[in-house]
Nanobody, 123 residues
Framework: VQLQASGGGLVQAGGSLRLSCVAS????????MGWFRQAPGKERKFVAA????????YYEDSVKGRFTISRDNAKNTVYLQMNNLKPEDAAVYYC?????????????????WGQGTQVTVSS
Protein backbone atom coordinates (compact mmCIF):
# COMPACT_ATOMS: atom_id res chain seq x y z
CA VAL A 1 0.00 0.00 0.00
CA GLN A 2 1.34 3.37 -0.99
CA LEU A 3 0.15 6.89 -0.45
CA GLN A 4 1.54 9.40 -2.89
CA ALA A 5 1.14 13.11 -2.37
CA SER A 6 1.56 15.52 -5.26
CA GLY A 7 0.74 19.05 -6.28
CA GLY A 8 3.33 20.94 -4.33
CA GLY A 9 5.46 23.66 -5.80
CA LEU A 10 6.60 27.23 -5.53
CA VAL A 11 3.93 29.89 -5.12
CA GLN A 12 3.89 33.52 -4.09
CA ALA A 13 2.31 34.55 -0.84
CA GLY A 14 -1.41 34.88 -1.36
CA GLY A 15 -1.42 32.20 -4.02
CA SER A 16 -3.07 28.80 -4.10
CA LEU A 17 -2.13 25.17 -4.54
CA ARG A 18 -4.13 21.97 -4.52
CA LEU A 19 -2.46 18.89 -3.16
CA SER A 20 -3.61 15.41 -4.05
CA CYS A 21 -3.05 12.12 -2.28
CA VAL A 22 -3.60 8.96 -4.25
CA ALA A 23 -3.52 5.48 -2.79
CA SER A 24 -2.40 2.37 -4.57
CA UNK A 25 -3.06 -1.10 -3.29
CA UNK A 26 -5.83 -0.13 -0.90
CA UNK A 27 -9.17 1.58 -1.06
CA UNK A 28 -9.26 4.69 1.08
CA UNK A 29 -13.02 4.91 1.09
CA UNK A 30 -13.45 3.39 4.56
CA UNK A 31 -10.70 5.41 6.24
CA UNK A 32 -10.45 8.85 7.70
CA MET A 33 -7.59 10.69 6.02
CA GLY A 34 -5.29 13.45 7.12
CA TRP A 35 -2.75 15.95 5.94
CA PHE A 36 0.32 16.87 7.94
CA ARG A 37 3.29 19.12 7.28
CA GLN A 38 6.87 19.36 8.38
CA ALA A 39 8.97 22.46 8.06
CA PRO A 40 12.77 22.24 8.16
CA GLY A 41 14.02 21.64 11.67
CA LYS A 42 10.53 21.25 13.07
CA GLU A 43 8.29 18.39 14.05
CA ARG A 44 5.61 17.11 11.73
CA LYS A 45 2.30 18.74 12.58
CA PHE A 46 -1.34 18.13 11.88
CA VAL A 47 -2.97 20.27 9.21
CA ALA A 48 -6.36 18.78 8.39
CA ALA A 49 -8.42 15.61 8.50
CA UNK A 50 -11.61 14.28 7.00
CA UNK A 51 -13.84 11.45 8.09
CA UNK A 52 -14.38 8.46 5.85
CA UNK A 53 -17.76 9.73 4.76
CA UNK A 54 -16.41 13.18 4.11
CA UNK A 55 -19.11 14.65 6.29
CA UNK A 56 -16.79 16.12 8.93
CA UNK A 57 -13.52 17.94 8.60
CA TYR A 58 -10.95 19.13 11.11
CA TYR A 59 -8.34 21.85 10.77
CA GLU A 60 -5.40 23.21 12.63
CA ASP A 61 -6.23 26.72 13.75
CA SER A 62 -3.75 28.55 11.53
CA VAL A 63 -5.22 27.10 8.32
CA LYS A 64 -8.91 27.44 9.11
CA GLY A 65 -10.66 29.48 6.46
CA ARG A 66 -7.76 29.09 4.04
CA PHE A 67 -7.38 25.33 3.54
CA THR A 68 -10.05 22.83 2.57
CA ILE A 69 -9.70 19.07 2.77
CA SER A 70 -11.94 16.95 0.59
CA ARG A 71 -12.08 13.49 -0.87
CA ASP A 72 -13.28 11.64 -3.93
CA ASN A 73 -13.64 8.03 -2.94
CA ALA A 74 -14.41 6.99 -6.49
CA LYS A 75 -10.95 8.24 -7.43
CA ASN A 76 -9.35 6.95 -4.24
CA THR A 77 -7.98 10.45 -3.74
CA VAL A 78 -7.87 13.02 -0.99
CA TYR A 79 -7.25 16.70 -1.68
CA LEU A 80 -6.01 19.71 0.19
CA GLN A 81 -6.95 23.02 -1.37
CA MET A 82 -4.70 25.71 0.00
CA ASN A 83 -5.61 29.34 -0.57
CA ASN A 84 -4.04 32.57 0.60
CA LEU A 85 -0.78 30.82 1.25
CA LYS A 86 1.66 32.39 3.65
CA PRO A 87 5.43 31.93 3.98
CA GLU A 88 4.83 30.04 7.23
CA ASP A 89 2.88 27.41 5.29
CA ALA A 90 6.06 26.31 3.55
CA ALA A 91 6.81 22.70 4.41
CA VAL A 92 6.77 19.18 3.12
CA TYR A 93 3.16 18.04 3.16
CA TYR A 94 2.24 14.43 3.85
CA CYS A 95 -1.01 12.55 3.60
CA UNK A 96 -1.74 9.80 6.07
CA UNK A 97 -4.34 7.28 7.08
CA UNK A 98 -5.03 5.49 10.35
CA UNK A 99 -4.96 1.73 10.84
CA UNK A 100 -8.57 1.70 11.97
CA UNK A 101 -11.27 1.84 9.36
CA UNK A 102 -14.27 4.14 9.73
CA UNK A 103 -13.28 5.83 12.97
CA UNK A 104 -11.61 9.20 13.31
CA UNK A 105 -9.63 8.90 16.53
CA UNK A 106 -7.82 12.19 16.39
CA UNK A 107 -4.66 13.45 14.83
CA UNK A 108 -2.51 11.03 16.79
CA UNK A 109 -4.09 7.98 15.21
CA UNK A 110 -2.50 8.30 11.79
CA UNK A 111 0.03 5.52 11.32
CA UNK A 112 0.49 5.14 7.59
CA TRP A 113 2.34 7.84 5.73
CA GLY A 114 2.94 8.64 2.13
CA GLN A 115 5.80 10.40 0.47
CA GLY A 116 5.53 14.10 0.88
CA THR A 117 5.30 16.96 -1.52
CA GLN A 118 7.21 20.20 -1.06
CA VAL A 119 5.35 23.48 -0.77
CA THR A 120 7.41 26.65 -0.98
CA VAL A 121 5.87 30.07 -0.46
CA SER A 122 7.78 33.18 -1.42
CA SER A 123 7.08 36.46 0.29
Amino acid sequence: VQLQASGGGLVQAGGSLRLSCVASGLSLSRYAMGWFRQAPGKERKFVAAITWTGSTTYYEDSVKGRFTISRDNAKNTVYLQMNNLKPEDAAVYYCARPNERYAYLGEGAFDNWGQGTQVTVSS
